[in-house]
């Protein structure tokens, strides 16, 4: 078992040029994540919360500073490589679920699959991560419309974890969710990291915050705890 | 394959608007195919009309710019016409190939008791000659003087059958002749247009015009290769000091024609591609449509893994699946617009299933599906390369 920091973030800087003048977003950030950890990050708005999810899914790279993912650097990656970064070590989960309204909830969930594959896929891993989250089977043949707000979010999860990443990465699984369907995907994303699924949550709400097992809080720019 | 999944998904969703994307390529390719089909229909067409005269070189009278003024004619005549020795020369220049020297007039004829009279052309050729140049549909050729054979247009609209009886001349005063043969139908010709004419022998047109000297000689050329040496000869021989002679060579002339009828023919395809071009606007514009309506998924795709080149082919292939779609539907549509436009403008559609004007439709096919795959690249481009961060943003 690879032992190394799943994530690291070394004196990590990001700055946006904006014609008002530079805004410092994140300013010399250095943490680490270990192999299962549960970690919320939580700041008010415009403390940086976004600008460091999008750098933690390699989405956006650093103005200056190391990310390594997994022991590999990140900063000298081209898009193409950063792309299979994404694909194959990181899984997201969305705010609003961001499924394909075109696919059905199988295809949805093993799309991440046939893009690692390049070739037909068996769904029957799909199928089992799908009952792994909890979704009936008779669900897997519909649309994402067909759906309800945590159905949906079950699928999603379920397609973050297809490929088996080495971390979860999550902006507000429940913010469009209920109280009650919301504490249910609390208590699946609690079960997965209690199964060895690194998880890292971007929350507003302490609630959420519970269920992780450490937490950063961010301002301006800066980690505070 | 999920993104060609995900295209026919997405054309199946807006169905309305792919089906009037498509009905523009529809629109182009039965344009372009259509006239492709017609252009190549009139060419053959008149080929077939020409193709019994490719072989000749024509031998007439020089007229215009000549030093003797108008009328000057052939070295000492006062006429337009070739003399006997001209013709000798001609013949002599042109050998082994065969000169067949003409005579031509028209004159009143009536072809029964109580019939009006009619006027037609009237060819006089030696009977020897006259297998050269003609073929027959039924009958013999002519051997005696007055004996004559008549063209099938001729027999057909004066209702003349082997054996009918013709009297030339006002009130028959050229004489009589006996059908023996009906020529086969010849069409537009340079050497001798026998369709609505009858054809006579040497000696009887001599006797009843009183003519000796030909109205052209027509070479007949049997190696196809050798029409420019043939004309070159007949030039060098009998406009050594002045010219006295025009001489046409009939493949270098039909060339010509066809020419023309490839430049009308690429004119109208050209013309058709206006409307391929105005559909692949219109794809263009569907896919940037498509484009903008899905940034957000674009991203959710770019965010989990797709590459930029698998975000580009999927809107490719729905630029595909349009162009595939509406080029083979326009592909069929015009085999039906050939065949119509060939019924009524060619009176026939004989022309319409022989290779050439098939290909119409393949090049037709083709272009439309290059116009989409064309049009479809800069929406497909500006997909993949948006930023995954700023897609996942787009409400």
Redesign the interface.
Known sequence: MDDRPVMMFRDVVKVYPLPAGDVTALDHVSFEVERGEFISVMGPSGSGKSTLL?LM?C??TPTSGDIYISGTRTGDMS??DL??L???RIG?I?QVF?L????NTL?NVT??M???SKQVIDPEKGRSVLRAVQLDDELFTHTPMELSGGQQQRVAIA??LI?DPDILLCDEPTGNLDSKTGAGIMELMAELNHNGTTIIMVTHDPNNAKYSKRTIRIADGRIVT | M?FW??AK??IR?HLLRSTLAMLGIVIGVVAIASMGILGNSMVLAVSDSLRTVGDSVIVTPHVGGNPHGFGGGIAGSSSLTITEQNYLQIKRVSAPNVAIPVLQTSDRMKLGVGQDDIVAAIYGLNPDDVPDLLKLETGDYSRGNSGCLVGSKFAEDNNVKVGSRISVGTEGDKGTLRVTGIIEERGMAFDISTDSAIVVTKEWFDSAYNRTDYDKVVVKVKNLDDLPTVKTAIEKQMNKRDTIVDVMDTRKTMETIFAAFGQITTFVTAIGGISMIVAGVSILNIMMMSVTERI??IG?????????K?VMWMFLYEALILGIAGSLIGGVLSLVGGYAISSMMLQTTKYLFVPSSLVNIVYGVTFGIVVCLICGIYPAWRAANLN??DA?RHE
């Open positions: 999008n899914g989405l956006d898009d193409r792309t299979s994404r694909r194959d997201f969305f961001n394909f309204p075109l696919l295809e799309f991440p046939m893009l690692k397609r973050a490929n | 999920i999944e995900i998904r997405n969703l957000k998924e959710i795709m770019r965010s989990i893994g797709a590459q930029k698998e995954p961060i996942l």
